[in-house]
């Protein structure tokens, strides 16, 4: 009886701990997610703002960028009190929280996060970033309009593009971070330094064996990894997942800035023929892609670095209260 009313205790004490453990990790996920927004949310808006005033004639992109810049160096507290400001923080905000929240919970619950964070975090972007696609661009289109309806395909252009961006920002990075960890690590390896590396622990790839035995990424870019890396590493598994968080975002603009443009012109100049729009998206591109790329790097680039950093330094004290109660549970039981 007494050895049963024990066991209880410990169990409920166990489930009790964990809870609180749980409760924490989303209050410092909420931390995390609301301070890496606040970091790139002025350079992101700037930019998203001088897209669509260049794409609708209202301001060149040079004047537009010169102006808010300098509004932002010179006069911060009128700075922080612009709308576009506000839309901004509210759309990132929202998606590292989604993706937190997602990442941490799927975790808890022994879920495999890589599919329920890439949509968790999609509709949550693309909910928020076609609300704020709409208010910016009603804003900022050309002087002698009217605010108009945005077209349907507008919606459905936006709404691809963004897909595009978080599965670039979050799906693909540990992909991505795994080929750069095992590809630099490979090239750059001496064939002497093969057989001394080998018996490291769980390969990510048994296709060859002659290079290196090179350890998994984890299954989203969220997760923290250690900054320390092997003697005979040029590069570690975190510097190689930094690497896939800064890239991956800026390099699918490749593909997606095409659908941006379109869905701008669809609204700025309703009615005008296929050939026309597609001269239109050529003679945009190579500066709009450029300049959504520098968009994404504050964005999803580094904000994406920094959401991670934060959660990792905000958990750091669970993670010992953890371990902790893990040994106190294995010396118990012993």
Not at 13 to 35: P, V
Not at 117 to 142: E, H, I, P, W, Y
Not at 168 to 181: H, K
Request: charged letters at 20%; a positive charge.
């Amino acid at each position: 009886m007494l050895v049963a009313g024990s066991r209880k205790m410990d169990a409920e004490e166990a489930a009790a701990s964990r809870r609180s453990f749980f409760q924490r990790r989303l209050l410092h996920d909420a931390g995390a997610a609301f301070g890496a927004a606040v970091g790139l949310s002025p350079f992101v808006a700037i930019i998203d703002k001088s897209i669509i005033s260049n794409a609708s004639g209202r301001q060149s992109l040079r004047d537009c960028l010169r102006e808010n810049f300098a509004l932002l160096l010179r006069r911060p507290h009128k700075f922080v009190a612009l709308r576009e400001l506000h839309l901004i923080y509210g759309v990132y905000s929202c998606t590292y929280l989604a993706a937190n929240y997602t990442d941490t919970i799927c975790r808890e619950y022994g879920y495999s996060p890589v599919y329920p964070v890439f949509l968790a975090t999609g509709a949550a972007n693309m909910g928020c970033s076609v609300l704020k696609d709409r208010a910016f661009t009603r804003m900022f289109s050309a002087a002698t309009k009217a605010p108009a309806p945005l077209p349907r395909l507008s919606y459905a252009l936006f709404c691809a593009r963004d897909l595009m961006t978080i599965f670039g920002s979050f799906t693909l990075v540990p992909f991505a971070g795994e080929t750069y960890y095992e590809w630099i690590n490979w090239r750059s390896s001496a064939p002497s330094s093969y057989s001394s590396s080998s018996s490291s622990s769980s390969p990510i790839s048994t296709s060859s064996s002659a290079g290196p035995k090179l350890q998994t990424l984890p299954a989203t870019g969220l997760a923290a990894m250690p900054a320390e890396p092997k003697s005979e590493e040029k590069i570690s598994k975190f510097g190689s997942l930094t690497l896939a968080q800064l890239t991956c975002p800026m390099l699918i603009q490749i593909i997606s800035t095409p659908l941006h443009l379109t869905a701008l012109d669809l609204y700025n100049r309703p009615g005008h023929p296929f050939l026309s729009r597609a001269t239109f998206v050529g003679s945009q591109y190579l500066g709009a892609m450029t300049l959504r790329m520098s968009r994404i790097a504050p964005a999803f680039g580094f904000g994406g670095v920094g959401n991670r950093a934060l959660r990792e330094y905000f958990n750091r004290g669970v993670v010992e209260e953890e371990k902790r109660l893990n040994q106190a549970k294995a010396s118990k039981s012993r």
